[in-house]
């Protein structure tokens, strides 16, 4: 029961931290479709703030063990994918 309890909590933590890299994702669009470029200074300070957040959000389930670091990582590397693919098709336009 209680080993299920602890996947239960790390599958919730795992869509949580997916579900805000989402969130950063879809941001991150909205504010290059309709405000700004990603040279702007405010796009770059939005960016970080969100990205470091995400990361913090990242270590401390790492740390209570509800994530692996690897899983932990391929989070942050896919959004950081996504978020440069973006970037690029933004300047083709």
Sequence with gaps: MASEMIV???????????ADAEKIL???KVQMDNLTMPQCPLYEEVLDTQMFGLSREIDFAVRLGL????????ILDKLERELSALHDASIRK
């Design 8 to 18: 239960n909590h790390q599958e919730k933590a795992y869509a949580i931290l997916q």
């Design 67 to 74: 994530i692996d670091v690897k899983d932990g990582k391929a």
């Design 26 to 28: 879809k941001l991150i």
